[in-house]
């Protein structure tokens, strides 16, 4: 199995705080994916990193920003949570687009 | 529109049955890949196919680009197969995914 974790696997948090979610990578997969999971939706790509200190956003961006300053972290972090960001959050990683790609646990955030 | 479509939404079997699940697209793609994700919520990669066909133990994928069309196919079904099977899609950078079908096997 791939090495990948995330952290914290669950939170719960107040609208307006800020939350930053971890992925860590132990395989040097080049590239590096935030989605998020809601039910009545497939995962959507919310941000993602092509290297270091590379990255775009995806469909559903706003509200989030990601940082990404080795090959083995990729943070993602909401500035001012609010309720809608309250969703099932999965990393993944691979060495390309067109390649197998390997997925977190999934970290649940719960916004009050 | 979705630009991944997948079919049916839920389904169940009973025990022993072949299951089929589609998948069609409306996007140029580089790879289609087929996911697992059982009640807990992690997700496995279960296939990338480019083009024509592959096997795994009792699981098949196929698809067919002209048609933009891809299958998954369960063969001896088992309860243990009951999880939400998921479609993605490569488009360029990102990967575009459907909403899964949600599969149940009942011994």
Redesign the interface.
């Known amino acids: 199995d791939a090495g990948i974790t995330q952290s914290p696997r669950h939170k719960v948090t107040e609208t307006g705080t800020p939350v930053t979610l971890r992925c860590h990578q132990t395989e040097n997969h080049r590239y590096m994916y935030w989605y998020r999971q809601d039910p009545g939706h497939g995962l959507r790509l919310i941000h993602y990193s092509y290297g270091v200190k590379d990255t775009d956003k995806g469909e559903v961006s706003d509200g989030y920003s990601v940082s990404r300053s080795k090959t083995e972290d990729f943070l993602l972090t909401l500035e001012s949570a609010t309720s809608s960001q309250t969703s099932v959050y999965f990393c993944a990683i691979g060495q390309g687009p067109d390649r197998e790609l390997f997925f977190g646990e999934g970290s649940r955030l719960t916004v009050l | 529109k ?1 630009e ?1 479509e997948q079919s049916p939404q839920n389904l169940t079997a009973q025990e022993g049955e072949f299951i089929t699940i589609n998948c069609s697209y409306s996007v140029g793609i ?2 289609l ?1 087929w ?1 697992q994700q059982h009640p807990g ?5 279960l296939f ?1 196919l ?1 083009s024509g066909k592959k096997k795994h133990g009792r699981l098949i994928a196929t698809i067919n680009i002209q048609e933009k069309h891809s299958s998954l196919h369960i063969t001896a079904s088992h309860p243990r197969d009951s999880a939400v099977y ?1 479609c ?1 899609v ?1 488009d ?9 079908t949600r599969l149940q096997v009942f011994p």
């Open positions: 979705n991944v580089s790879a890949h996911l919520g992690g997700i496995v990669s990338m480019s998921i993605a490569t360029t950078d990102k990967l575009i995914f459907g909403t899964g």
